[in-house]
């Protein structure tokens, strides 16, 4: 007899009024999940993956549909259905003035577990999770990753039937993101448990079982991650020119007709077409003698973008128009940002030591490392936001430590999470900035045009900056950044949860930016996004671990067994090796 299914939506809907529209966060939807398998929510922003989530775990009602948890039925039995489920929300609620102890103990409490069951339960789960060292530590002292694996562990303190992950990891380094996804199914084979994961990080995708893809509020379809790659063959390549480089390529194939889309991956380019067959490439870029292409393998990410990518003309050229005036005006190639023995202390814990770099005009240049590897707080002195405890830091040739306000009034920051005010509409939060960076009322008047025409905001210039799609604060933060034409601009994991349609776009416009001349410092989790770099610094525990370009920084780790090694086992690699170094030297 097979088993009944963990999780039954028939024809359910749901809606919502935000910001003085009415949104069909879901329309009819028809999803059925298997019991004891991993089944990956993915879908662009906005497409209904949250409310979906909620209402599965009894937190919301549906306006219309049925819906069965564990043969439960929703409607009738909303507590029942939460007294069953796992459910780790976006922002997981940790009690960050409690310890990693209390807060385990806290949620066997409300989860209701015998005092009896909780010690061998603790161990377990602190095995699991690389916690068991840590239990003293105040939650609000944790790493990222070690603080997303601790929510995960509250929620598993009584293992449930069916787990509920609404994107775990984001904003999660490659090491902790792998150690996540090993807990996961480790459940699953240990416990028989059902996962539903949402994620916004398509290659995790083909770690699951099934996937349930979602767009504006409808199911497009249900099946393994093959089912959805293996129609693509045929439509899939890589591309390579070695004069252009890999970020020109990718600039000039995605304005080819036919290629729908255009991605650096590793040390070329991938298209997705339209149909079957690549266009005459020869034809479309005459001036580029050494094009070669070949066919690649499809993978999730091609059926995805394939289905739901539309395209947008114009947006990059625009960018590149309204800065390039101001920036070309300085030599190119010259550093711009010069760090010398960085210090950072907090009391006796020292941060950041001894780190040095440059980086020069219109450079992309990564800054990456694990969860608290020292990388925001690099990027907040560099920004003139945190004072330097010794060394010294000259940015736009101003010595930071001296002429911290004059710098700063160079520079453009796009924080790690939304900063800007959510309380206000889009034209208020766009006004405020302008004057903010002293614009003149013509001048402010210019740059906010550019900003709702550039970054498509027109139609929410009246909505509160809290009822933006996620995809669209990034667009508002990224116009605020830019407001004052900065020709130095600093993004701490702008694309941190932001689905990858979103991705795309932005990197359009940084690509646009660097070729204009500004000067582009960016931390991203996305070993993907480091290949867009020109130069990279891998930091751990406040130092830097190795400092290359993305092509020297993946030869190190070429061999027999790995031939083209990624971003992320170069990553990988080297936290690795800096881990095995310290261990043996205590």
Known sequence: MEAAPALVFEGVSKRFA????????????????QPGKVTGLIGPDGAGKTTLMRLAAGLLMPDRGAIRVLDIDVVREPLRVQSSVGYMP?????????????????????????????????????HMTGLAPFTRRLAGRLSGGMKQKLGLACTLVRP????????????????????????????VRDQGMSVLLSTAYLDEAERCDEVVLMHAGHSLGQGTPASFSEPMRG???????????????????????????????????????????????????????????????????????????????GVA????????????????GEAVIEVHELERRFGDFVAVKGVSFQVRRGEIFGLLGANGAGKTTTFRMLCGLLPVSAGEVRVAGLDLRRAAARARGRLGYMAQRFSLYVDLTVMQNLRFFA?????????????????????????????NAADLPLGFKQRLAMAAALMHEPDILFLDEPTSGVDPLARREFWQRINALAAAGVTVLVTTHFMDEANYCDRLVIMAQG??????????????????????????DAFIGLIEAHERQGEAAA
Do not use: C
């Open 235 to 313: 439509r899939s390549f890589h591309v390579n020119a070695p004069s252009l480089g890999k970020r020109k390529l990718s600039t000039r194939l995605g304005r080819v007709p036919g290629i729908i889309d255009s991605i650096i991956e590793g040390e070329q380019v991938r298209v997705v077409t339209a149909e079957t067959g690549l266009p005459d490439l020869a034809a479309a870029l005459p001036d580029v003698p050494d094009l070669t292409a070949e066919a690649a393998e499809p993978v999730f990410e091609d059926a995805f973008i394939a289905r739901l990518k539309t395209r947008e003309e």
């Open 90 to 126: 976006q922002r997981f609620g940790l009690y960050e003035d409690l310890s990693v102890q209390e807060n385990l103990d806290l949620y066997a409490d409300l989860q209701g577990v015998p005092p009896a069951d909780r010690p061998a339960r603790y161990r377990e789960l602190m």
């Open 543 to 568: 130092e830097i671990l190795a400092e290359d370009t993305p092509a020297g920084m993946k030869a190190r780790f070429r061999s027999e067994e790995h031939p083209d090694p990624t971003m992320e």
């Open 317 to 332: 050229g625009t960018a590149t128009t309204l800065v390039s005036h101001q920036v070309a005006e300085s030599a190119a």
């Open 435 to 463: 004057s903010a960076y002293g614009l003149d009322r013509k001048r402010a008047r210019q740059r906010i045009g550019w900003a709702l025409e550039a970054f498509e905001l027109a139609d929410y210039v009246d909505t």
């Open 160 to 187: 449930p039937r069916l787990l509920l992950l609404d994107e775990p990891t984001v904003g999660v380094d490659p090491v902790s993101r792998r150690e996540l996804w090993a807990i996961v199914y480790r459940q």
């Open 18 to 33: 935000a910001g003085g529209r009415v949104v069909e966060a879901l329309d009819g939807v028809d999803v059925r999940i």
